[in-house]
């Protein structure tokens, strides 16, 4: 049954390599989700213990909110949520998570999923860069429905810590998305493989 399958996937995936590229994507990238919601509430709860929950992290204003505040890229205000936005202990959270994760999600990606053979040090220095952008963007899209999802389930609905862990999960899955749609196209870019044929004739120019 097994060698079937996988025979069955190799010819798809000669017949369709995107396809098939894609797919590998799509399923390593749910791994490091997975990966992701196990690791934050965790790491959560480490900082959470700490006085770092009580010191805000607001930078780089860029402009009013709805109601009229002011509305910054990394919104995390003192004070426990619903009521603060989590202090510098969740925004340290967030972020040691998806450092993990996209750590993980480099080699992953760039070993199974594109097999490239291109230079390790320049591709991670244009993740780095492209992780960064994609982390500004997903901080600064965060600030519109981060307090409401946790004021809907602890608050509104009543769940208490229920809806915290579920408020933390739905959060880490619309990160996981921006990053997701984002990602593929620069992996195509930056994962690329070179030809072994071009290999051996710059072996031979240097040699």
Do not use: C, H
Not at 92 to 111: D, G, H, K, S, Y
């Amino acid at each position: 049954m097994l060698t079937r399958l996988t025979s069955a996937w190799r010819a798809f995936a000669e017949k369709r390599p995107g396809v098939a590229q894609f797919v590998v994507f799509f399923v390593l990238s749910n791994g490091i989700t997975v990966l992701q919601l196990a690791l934050m509430p965790l790491i959560k709860w480490v900082f959470g213990m700490t006085a770092l929950v009580d010191t805000s992290f607001q930078v780089w204003p860029v402009g009013a909110d709805v109601d009229g505040s002011q509305y910054f890229v990394f919104d995390y205000a003192a004070g426990a949520l619903p009521q603060g936005g989590g202090g510098l202990a969740y925004f340290l959270a967030v972020q040691i998570t998806l450092l993990i994760a996209q750590v993980i999600n480099f080699f992953a990606q760039r070993n199974i999923t594109f097999r490239s053979n291109s230079s390790v040090g320049r591709a991670a220095a244009w993740y780095a860069v492209a992780y960064v952008v994609i982390t500004l963007v997903a901080a600064a899209a965060q600030g519109w429905y981060k307090a409401p999802i946790y004021e809907l389930l602890i608050d509104t609905w009543g769940w208490g810590g229920t809806g915290e862990t579920l408020a933390d999960v739905v959060t880490m899955i619309i990160n996981s998305a921006i990053s997701f749609w984002v990602f593929f196209p620069i992996f195509k870019v930056i994962f690329r493989r070179v030809p072994v044929e071009a290999d051996e004739t710059d072996e031979v120019r240097t040699s």
